[in-house]
């Protein structure tokens, strides 16, 4: 029998990457297309949230990943420097 988790913790931390299979089911790993990020739930018979779907390839996954768990990616940081020198 599985350990009863508190309310409100039904989700592991930090997002993961994950994949669409053939007939459209949410995968818990890359090996579908295109590619996802979503929260695992780890309850029994629990669903996972997917946050985004659709990122059609796996860089573009890997950043907004990156982003989603607050890493300090150097692409990202370079983008985001860019963006603001930008701005008016």
């Not at 309310?7 to 297309?33: A, N, Q």
């Not at 890493?71 to 370079?78: F, L, T």
Request: charged letters at 25%; proline letters at 5%; aromatic letters at 8%.
């Amino acid at each position: 029998m599985s350990e009863m988790k508190p309310r409100g913790s039904r989700f592991e931390r930090g997002f993961r990457l994950g994949s669409e299979g053939e007939d459209g089911t949410h995968l818990r790993d890359t090996s579908g297309w295109p590619y996802s990020i979503y929260l695992q739930d780890d309850s029994v018979g629990g669903c996972d949230a997917v946050l985004c779907h659709g990122i059609q390839n796996l860089s573009d996954a890997e950043h907004l990943l990156a982003v989603c768990n607050g890493a300090e990616h150097p692409a990202i940081k370079s983008s985001l420097q860019v963006f603001a020198w930008a701005k008016p």
